[in-house]
């Protein structure tokens, strides 16, 4: 499945704090539901404004990843872990460094 890097890195970052919160001892469930605000405390994100966050949340609910609710909050799909855990066999490790190349590349891009 293929999404815009935008809408890349904003599902990178989620399964991370999905995963982070699994380590941290949080049932399957719990450790799914997400609010809108999410990115607020996320560096790479908190400069982004609620609307490309909702664009990029929007694609990842075309593709059936992500339950959104009225409020904006959202709930991950088990199509979202399962592509995220085929993509990342080795985990958060992988994850993190996926997520840290994906944000050089980006500034890389925007500086012409």
């Known amino acids: 499945m293929q999404f815009t890097k935008d809408t890349s890195k904003v599902l990178t970052v989620i399964y991370k704090m999905y995963l982070e919160r699994r380590k941290n001892g949080q049932s399957k469930s719990s450790a799914k539901n997400f609010d809108l605000e999410f990115y607020k405390g996320i560096s790479c994100l908190s400069s982004w404004s609620e609307d490309d966050i909702t664009d990029s949340l929007s694609e990842l609910r075309k593709a059936n990843f992500i339950k959104e609710y009225i409020s904006g909050d959202f709930v991950l799909q088990d ?13 958060l490790s992988e994850v993190s460094k996926y997520l840290a190349d994906l944000i050089a590349d980006i500034v890389t891009g925007l500086a012409f």
């Open 79 to 91: 199509a979202l872990i399962i592509h995220m855990e085929n993509r990342f066999k080795n985990g």
